[in-house]
């Protein structure tokens, strides 16, 4: 808690980080505010969108792109540490390099304990409004995406903390980072078969919010093979503590 109340004092003052949290949620609201207004055959769109049970792995499917914008939040705080020097000056009055990425880490996941928790008040309010079904049944019997997404969310912003601890500039870390995970990936992707590639980072993570009706999908184009959500949870956690590892050896080894 000590590590935490420390980042917090550091963050808490840095507009920037509220901007950018403030772009993801004003984003996320936007779209689904918007989705739930257009109107197909003279039938609201969000009458569809918004039934329980299937709001929840719509919702987490819509709310996983930004991660993106979680993982850019996570790389401007650290990246402008080194920045400031702040990141060695921690290091000096005593905090061990395994406490300096623990606190990082202690960061990401209150971030992703925030997307996560907004994304439940967003799917309790739009589902009461526009489900023809609020049973508790409804409400919660897949409610299990939600932790699903918040296991997505900490492994894309701890990739993101690996990038930013390695380049150590927040935009070739920001650029890094989204080549990799929307080039690089899936580029290696292509050139391997399904029953390999799906336990690959980036595939692995998008199989815990998978794409609504992809089965229907798969049938009139080429089946795409990929775990289940419960399946992939655990190469998720398994990413979360390599990545986590790297970015403690990357640290370890170079001057600060």
Known sequence: MNLL???FRKIFPYRTFWIILAVYVLLLLLILYTSSSIQINNKALGDETFQLPGLWMRLTYVAHFFNLLLGILVIVLI??????????QQVIDGLSRAEVVLAKFYVVLALAVFSTVFILVLGLYFGLVYSSDKSMQALFSQID???YYFV????YMTLAMLFAFIVRKSGLAIIA???YTKIVEPLIHFNLPDHIDKYFPMKALDSLTPMPGQDLFGQLTSPIEQLSPAMATLPALLYVGLFLLLTYAVLKMRDL
């Open 79 to 88: 990246t402008d540490e080194y920045s400031f020097r702040t990141i060695r």
């Open 152 to 155: 997505q969310a900490v492994a």
């Open 177 to 179: 980072f989204i080549a």
């Open 5 to 7: 109340r420390t980042e």
């Open 145 to 147: 995406y939600l932790p």
